[in-house]
């Protein structure tokens, strides 16, 4: 076993950051362009749910006024709205480059399970976090007193009044929901290639049941990019920790189902098992290494 780092003597450590470093260079040369992908997906997702709130909720707005007695149909639209746009980011040549997480949650838990590497997903959720806010500055500009309206507020997500408890414990049971049927639909042969499908239809039931418990968030990086925008940050903990901890558990309790070994990558929109791998038709032995994406090459 490999000494834990405070073990480490300052030179040892010292060296052992340094090939950190040099791993998160090779990899932005190699794969850059996977995680401006990533960082392009948050930012239209965010972007639109942004412009989606403003066009339904805003009272000013054309939408709004010709729903406003119908506060159920608004949300039922908000939701099938913001599944088609986590469909289209899916199965876009983008989303399917970079995978489709635009979640730091979702790459954490696909680094759990080996399918992304650690200086890859380090990147990836810098730039998921970055699009976030980026994403967030630019509404902000481009909206003005329509985001910062009281029926907007900049679509941030914060406890609702049942408290921060009843908040951790709903974000905790759909990113755990959401993980798990991802899981599963990318471990079948069937499934995998309607995964961006299922998240749409998933995102859409929880727009329209679990928003009065927790402002259903799921992801870290759109509640932070919004926090930012609106510099308020009531509760941001709990959206950071419960999707993290959720889909972790989430892909342990896969593993112990379906073994180590299940998926062929960590591509949203499905992908056929790499070369020499288990999962592939003439592979061989298994390997030591499980798939990982990006893969080795660059190619992704």
């Not at 069937?190 to 329209?208: R, S």
Request: proline share 6%.
């Amino acid at each position: 076993m490999y000494p834990h780092a405070s073990a480490l003597s300052p030179e040892a450590l010292g060296t052992r950051q340094m090939a950190f470093v040099s791993k998160l260079r090779s990899a932005w040369q190699r794969h850059w362009q996977h995680y401006v992908a990533e960082a392009a997906g948050i930012a239209f997702f965010l972007s639109s749910a942004s412009l989606l709130t403003v066009l339904l909720e805003h009272p000013a707005s054309p939408g709004y006024q010709a729903l406003s007695q119908h506060p159920t149909i608004r949300t039922a639209l908000m939701a099938v709205a913001m599944a088609l746009v986590i469909v289209l980011i899916v199965y876009s040549p983008w989303g399917k480059r970079s995978g489709a997480h635009i979640n730091p949650a979702v790459t954490v838990a696909f680094w759990h399970l080996g399918k992304i590497r650690t200086a890859d997903a380090a990147w990836y959720i810098v730039a998921q976090v970055a699009g976030a806010i980026g994403a967030g500055q630019l509404m902000k500009l481009v909206l003005g007193s329509f985001y910062a309206h009281p029926a907007v507020h900049y679509v941030t997500t914060q406890p609702k009044p049942g408290g921060s408890g009843q908040a951790f414990l709903g974000e905790f049971i759909i990113s755990f929901i959401l993980m798990m049927s991802m899981l599963v639909a990318l471990h079948s042969r069937q499934l995998k290639k309607w995964t961006g499908w299922l998240v749409g239809v998933l995102l859409a039931l929880f727009i329209l049941f679990e928003t009065p418990f927790s402002g259903m968030s799921l992801n870290p990086a759109r509640t932070l990019g919004a926090a930012v925008a609106a510099n308020s940050y009531t509760g941001l903990w709990i959206y950071w920790a419960a999707p993290v901890l959720a889909m972790w558990l989430a892909t342990s309790a896969f593993q112990m189902v379906y073994g180590r070994t299940s998926l062929a990558c960590a591509v949203l929109a499905g992908c056929e098992a790499a070369a020499n791998t288990p999962l592939h038709a003439d592979a061989g032995p298994a390997t030591a290494e499980p798939p990982q994406y990006p893969d080795a090459s660059g190619k992704g």
